[in-house]
């Protein structure tokens, strides 16, 4: 990230907790403190892992409050992961100017007699169609698109190579 920088040694634990707190211990320094999202703008390792902090809600429906957001992969449209318990949600950013927006995948179960029906709503596809725009390819394919990291990586990675060709 642009701006100040502060070189040392940042503690990463699981996803979850990473969501929540920057565990850094300065250069030359042993004490470590910890940094809530409201406190930095991000950090990152020398390892490739970033974080940013955005606001937004933990679970939905909830008021929006500072996190950090996994920064998955960067362009013309940034993929961001949250992991918040068993479920893990993805953002976008760059598609609305100055927002945020969440992939959704919505599931409900429903019962028609005695059988039990797993309905799964992919509005995430639709939402990448709407983002992928600039590159109709690229929006064609939305629909095969899976809700897991790899497929959503590997989905933005190849609009973002479409928007943005390096020469």
């Given at each position: 990230?642009?701006g100040d920088t502060v070189r040392g040694t940042v503690v990463i634990g699981r996803s979850q907790r990473n969501a929540q707190v920057c565990e850094f211990e300065a ?28 606001t937004v809600p933990l679970i939905a429906g909830a008021a929006a409050q500072p996190v950090f957001l996994e920064v998955v992969t960067r362009g013309a449209l940034t ?89």
């Amino acid at each position: 990230m642009a701006g100040d920088t502060v070189r040392g040694t940042v503690v990463i634990g699981r996803s979850q907790r990473n969501a929540q707190v920057c565990e850094f211990e300065a250069a030359g320094q042993a004490a470590i403190r910890e940094y809530q999202p409201a406190e930095l703008r991000g950090y990152g390792t020398t390892a490739g892992l970033s974080y940013e902090s955005q606001t937004v809600p933990l679970i939905a429906g909830a008021a929006a409050q500072p996190v950090f957001l996994e920064v998955v992969t960067r362009g013309a449209l940034t993929l961001y992961a949250l992991q918040n318990g068993n479920a893990e949600r993805f953002f976008l950013a760059g598609y609305r100017p100055g927002k945020l927006v969440e992939l959704e995948l919505r599931t409900a179960t429903i019962k028609r007699g005695a059988q039990q029906f797993l309905v799964k709503q992919r509005l995430y596809q639709d939402t990448l169609a709407q983002a992928f725009q600039a590159c109709p390819a690229q929006a064609r394919r939305t629909n095969t698109v899976e809700f897991r990291l790899a497929d959503l990586e590997k989905a933005v990675r190849n609009y973002n190579l479409c928007a943005s060709p390096r020469r």
